[in-house]
């Protein structure tokens, strides 16, 4: 993991990021070097959120572990719910001053959201320097940075980086991520930047793991914006 560490470092370095940049990956095994969440449970984008403490290191989660839709859209697939945690579900997701207008609404929104067609047992998530060979890298910074994450993308590539907003941050982040094997911005939504404590004028900023060494490696290489 020598190499996650130069890249989390490097990451630091040139762009000034004052998170540390959490990795996640799907398995099928129990990990090794990470720790089970056990019968907790909480928001994913909260679970994530709890690495940013000092000295955390990584653990492991199931589609039981996470109480939103974040396991659907992050690869656990969904747990067996009842009717009637189902319909508690709707009743704080649809309506006034809620995620959605009407039930007619998320179900147009669940259809322009990528889906996974094969559902693992197990996400572990970390900082990246503590997970070997992840699948997803996610960064949290200013808007500028985030803006000069997505220009090296593009200088290197010709590919442009597209943004996903308007809906809960795991649905905006990690379906597109790990099905084109690209990159991403989002803002997130308002739960997940209060469960994550994100200041005004952060962003996420998601990066599939084969592209982190081509953003690493070229951020010298594009325009510092001086024009003259």
């Known amino acids: 993991m020598g190499k996650n560490k130069a890249y989390a470092q490097r990451l ?5 990021s004052e998170r540390d940049t959490l990795a ?8 090794e070097n990470a720790e089970s969440y ?4 909480s928001f994913e984008c909260a679970i994530f959120a709890e690495l940013w403490e000092e000295g955390k290191k990584p653990l492991y989660i199931n589609n ?16 067996k719910l009842s009717k009637e945690d189902f319909d508690y579900g709707m009743e704080t997701t649809v309506g006034q001053n809620k995620a959605y207008a009407t039930r007619e609404v998320l179900r147009r929104v669940n259809q322009q959201i990528p889906h996974f067609f094969k559902h693992h047992k197990y996400m572990v998530v970390g900082k990246l320097e503590d ?3 992840p699948d997803v890298v996610i960064v949290v910074t200013d808007a500028n940075r985030v803006m000069r994450l997505c220009k090296v993308y593009t200088w290197k590539t010709g590919e442009l980086v597209h943004g996903v907003s308007g809906t809960a941050w795991c649905a905006n982040s990690l379906p597109f991520v790990y099905r084109e094997k690209t990159m991403t911005f989002n803002m997130g939504d308002p739960p997940s930047r209060f469960l994550m404590q994100l200041d005004p004028g952060e962003m996420f900023c998601l990066i599939h793991y084969d592209l982190l060494p081509l953003i690493v490696d070229n951020f010298e290489n594009i325009s510092d914006g001086a024009v003259a």
Not at 12 to 16: A, L, N
């Open 12 to 16: 630091k370095e040139i762009e000034g």
């Open 24 to 31: 996640i990956k799907l398995c099928d095994e129990v990990p």
């Open 38 to 41: 056990g019968e907790d449970f």
């Open 64 to 79: 039981k572990n996470v109480l939103c839709g974040g396991a659907v859209y992050s690869g656990l697939g969904c747990k």
């Open 131 to 133: 997970i070997e060979d």
